[in-house]
């Protein structure tokens, strides 16, 4: 089993997205899997311009030449894809948002209605892929995910408000329900190709209204001292 991973935070291996991808991938491996990291920061992949050329024009083939054209053939033949994102105002971060908009090649251009939505089928028959979304946010409240949730339906979540509590030991302690879910999660994925509904629930974390309001408070200490006097 060959599992594919992505962080996308620019804060890279200083980040707490690294933090849960680490854990992630430490189970994988645990299970048996071989695992890959790519920081999306240090890769070279241009904006897709939405000129259609790679439906049209050269199918399949992009206009640009970077790190797209190896990437590609490399996640397809992944057995599991993980992607990691910060929560930027609301939304994934555009170093995924990018990279991902450059899958357009591996798509046809054909429209088709697939369950309830509309879809492109896929250019290339593709081998069975597990994804799994790791998002963390600064803010405390769980909404913090609802774009996010809404663009990966399908995919393992793992989500963490108020991610910054993994940089704290104090905090690392209080989430290890948390961290253990994560690699319980990575195990059973790569054992039985599912995680189990209990894992799943352990995986989102919604914080207690005192914890809210205790976190919203050390972050605003936290700032205060980082100002300009």
Same mark, same amino acid.
């Given at each position: 089993?060959?599992?594919?991973?992505?962080?996308?935070?620019?804060?890279?291996?200083?980040?707490?997205?690294?933090?849960?991808?680490?854990?992630?991938?430490?189970?994988?491996?645990?299970?048996?899997?071989?695992?890959?990291?790519?920081?999306?920061?240090?890769?070279?992949?241009?904006?897709?311009?939405?000129?259609?050329?790679?439906?049209?024009?050269?199918?399949?083939?992009?206009?640009?030449?970077?790190?797209?054209?190896?990437?590609?053939?490399?996640?397809?033949?992944?057995?599991?894809?993980?992607?990691?994102?910060?929560?930027?105002?609301?939304?994934?971060?555009?170093?995924?948002?990018?990279?991902?908009?450059?899958?357009?090649?591996?798509?046809?251009?054909?429209?088709?209605?697939?369950?309830?939505?509309?879809?492109?089928?896929?250019?290339?028959?593709?081998?069975?892929? #597990?994804?799994?979304?790791?998002?963390?946010?600064?803010?405390?409240?769980?909404?913090?995910?609802?774009?996010?949730?809404?663009?990966?339906?399908?995919?393992?979540?793992?989500?963490?408000?108020?991610?910054?509590?993994?940089?704290?030991?104090?905090?690392?302690?209080?989430?290890?329900?948390?961290?253990?879910?994560?690699?319980?999660?990575? #195990?059973?994925?790569?054992?039985?190709?599912?995680?189990?509904?209990?894992? #799943?629930?352990?995986?989102?974390?919604?914080?207690?209204?005192?914890?809210?309001?205790?976190?919203?408070?050390?972050?605003? #200490?936290?700032?205060?001292?980082?100002?300009?006097?």
């Amino acid at each position: 089993m060959k599992v594919l991973a992505f962080n996308a935070s620019p804060r890279k291996q200083f980040g707490t997205t690294d933090i849960i991808l680490s854990h992630f991938l430490e189970g994988a491996r645990q299970a048996g899997a071989s695992t890959k990291r790519y920081y999306v920061t240090d890769l070279e992949i241009n904006g897709c311009i939405g000129c259609f050329t790679c439906w049209t024009k050269t199918p399949g083939k992009c206009i640009h030449r970077d790190d797209m054209d190896w990437l590609i053939p490399e996640s397809q033949d992944a057995d599991v894809i993980v992607l990691g994102t910060p929560i930027y105002n609301g939304n994934i971060i555009h170093y995924l948002q990018r990279m991902t908009e450059r899958l357009l090649p591996t798509q046809l251009p054909w429209m088709e209605e697939q369950g309830e939505i509309t879809q492109h089928p896929s250019r290339h028959k593709k081998k069975p892929q #597990k994804m799994v979304l790791v998002a963390v946010a600064g803010f405390p409240d769980y909404q913090a995910f609802n774009i996010v949730k809404a663009m990966s339906p399908n995919s393992l979540q793992i989500l963490l408000p108020s991610s910054q509590i993994l940089q704290d030991p104090v905090g690392v302690t209080l989430m290890k329900d948390f961290i253990d879910a994560v690699t319980s999660s990575a #195990k059973q994925l790569i054992q039985y190709g599912i995680v189990d509904e209990e894992t #799943k629930k352990r995986l989102v974390v919604e914080f207690s209204p005192e914890m809210k309001n205790m976190m919203r408070e050390q972050a605003n #200490k936290h700032f205060e001292t980082q100002l300009t006097k």
